[in-house]
């Protein structure tokens, strides 16, 4: 089990907005900054969203981050077909002395 | 930007040792770059291994620190990671990735992955 909490699952139609939840602890989302990566099928994943709420460039600003107390969330507004993939959120671990990662929301457009 | 590419063997017999190469090219890890390696499984999800600086320096996952060696040539181009007494539990997709900041998780890039099966 991972040491960050996501659904398994979350799904949305073309268009909608979906938000995908990442829980942690005070030793983790409590005191740095989180980081969502996307992971299309068979490839590696992608950083998508560093530092809570900034997206590396070529990245739409369909995707944005936001943190609150020990949770993370990536919002994805109008939704698109392109958009099913894994999405995984990672943050650094002040008690392992390094990264650790969510379990990973499968995010299906119905 | 500076790409990333994992190779080795894409098989390793129980107890036996796996090990992989992570080449840099396109230009290298500079200051403040670290060389992390990460693996992924169906069981385990996304799971840290370990990373390396230029200059040796090492951080390795507790829960594998015994088994793991990480060690990067003269060159910084190409970095090696070493895993002893492989077991079923070992079978996963490894990548490299490159990892930027002070207690951060960026990650980027990250090399394409290597599936390696632990099997007899």
């Known amino acids: 089990q991972s040491v960050l909490t996501q659904a398994p699952s979350a799904s949305g139609t073309p268009g909608q907005r979906v938000t995908i939840s990442c829980s942690g602890t005070?030793?983790?989302?409590?005191?740095?900054?989180v980081n969502w990566y996307q992971q299309l099928p068979g490839s590696a994943p992608k950083l998508i969203i560093y530092s809570n709420n900034q997206r590396p460039s070529g990245v739409p600003d369909r995707f944005s981050g936001s943190t609150s107390g020990t949770s993370a969330s990536l919002a994805i507004s109008g939704l698109r077909s392109e958009d099913e993939a894994d999405y995984h959120c990672?943050?650094?671990?002040?008690?392992?002395?390094?990264?650790?990662f969510g379990g990973g929301t499968q995010l299906t457009v119905l | 930007q500076v790409q990333l590419q994992e190779s080795g063997p894409r098989l390793v017999k129980p107890s036996g040792t796996l090990s992989l190469t992570c080449r840099v090219s396109?230009?290298?890890?500079?200051?403040?770059?670290?060389c992390n390696w990460v693996r992924q499984s169906p069981e385990k999800g996304l799971e840290w291994i370990g990373e390396i600086y230029h200059n040796g320096m090492t951080n390795y996952n507790p829960s594998l620190k015994d088994r793991v060696t990480l060690s990067v040539d003269e060159s910084n181009i190409q970095y090696s990671l070493q895993l002893r007494s492989v077991t079923a539990a070992d079978t996963a997709v490894y990548y490299c990735a490159r990892r930027r900041g002070y207690l951060a998780a960026y990650f980027n890039p990250w090399g394409q992955g290597l599936p390696v099966n632990v099997s007899s």
């Open positions: 396109d230009g290298s890890l500079s200051g403040g770059d670290w």
């Open positions: 005070s030793s983790n989302i409590g005191r740095n900054p």
């Open positions: 990672a943050v650094w671990d002040d008690s392992l002395s390094g990264p650790v």
